[in-house]
């Protein structure tokens, strides 16, 4: 069974905020695009907002993983941006700058969850 890990530093403490964030964030993507679907719409931002609730649940349970799943839906953000948007700038800034800033900060997060899970793995929890 997975348990939440109790921050001890502020590195983790933020760690920890930016993961609610991302479930946050996840969370209107998946239930509008759900609603866009219904109308025809791309299944993008229901898949992207389900990865992105994923990974930042793993992360609150102190997974390097959570990280990866995160990273992984950024990077398949990128052709279908593209793919949707073409090389229009101003239709390609709103679909890739806000997953971009979220992913560098997510990528400043997987040495302190290798720490975590280093640390529960010591203590005898599962890793």
Not at 23 to 43: D, F, H, N, R, Y
Not at 87 to 95: E, K, T, V, Y
Request: no cysteine; aromatic share 12%.
């Amino acid at each position: 069974m997975a348990t939440f890990h109790k921050p001890t530093s502020g590195t983790e403490w933020a760690t920890l905020v930016l993961a609610v964030v991302v479930v946050l964030l996840g969370l209107p993507l998946l239930i509008m695009g759900a609603e866009l679907v219904a109308l025809g719409g791309s299944w993008y931002y229901v898949l992207f907002g389900a990865a992105i609730i994923a990974g930042g649940v793993l992360m609150l349970l102190g997974r390097t993983l959570g990280a990866f799943v995160y990273l992984a839906a950024w990077l398949v953000t990128w052709p279908w941006a593209f793919w949707e948007a073409g090389l229009d700038g101003w239709a390609l800034l709103p679909r890739l700058f806000g997953p971009t800033l979220v992913a560098i900060a997510v990528a400043l997060t997987i040495p302190v969850l290798q720490r975590i899970e280093r640390s529960t793995v010591t203590r005898g929890g599962v890793a």
